[in-house]
């Protein structure tokens, strides 16, 4: 075997190296290019994430403002409990 590689010339390894930087070359650009569309991908699932909070921070206010609304009285009915207490003291 070594006999073998010791008769192989480097301009026959030439060719060989070159084919192995071209493989290196297409997988480097394989791995860039499916990086990029993960990462795509994770940004778009953020995206809709965040939109998704915002809808249900809208949507949260908007219900917890019904709830007060009708739990909580409102300042004229507070007027008159107030008016119909003072009425009672005196």
Do not use: C, Y
Not at 12 to 32: K, P, W
Not at 68 to 85: D, N, Q, R
Request: charged content about 20%; hydrophobic content about 45%; cysteine-free.
């Amino acid at each position: 075997m070594e006999n073998m590689l010791q008769n192989i010339r480097p301009k026959d390894l030439s060719f060989v190296v070159q084919a192995i930087g071209a493989d290196i070359e297409r997988t480097q650009v394989r791995l860039i290019t499916s990086a990029n569309a993960d990462m795509l991908l994770v940004q778009q699932l953020v995206a809709l994430i965040q939109n998704s909070e915002k809808q249900k921070d809208t949507f949260t206010q908007q219900a917890v403002a019904q709830m007060v609304a009708s739990v909580l009285p409102t300042i004229e009915e507070v007027e008159e409990e107030l008016s119909k207490i003072s009425k009672q003291a005196n």
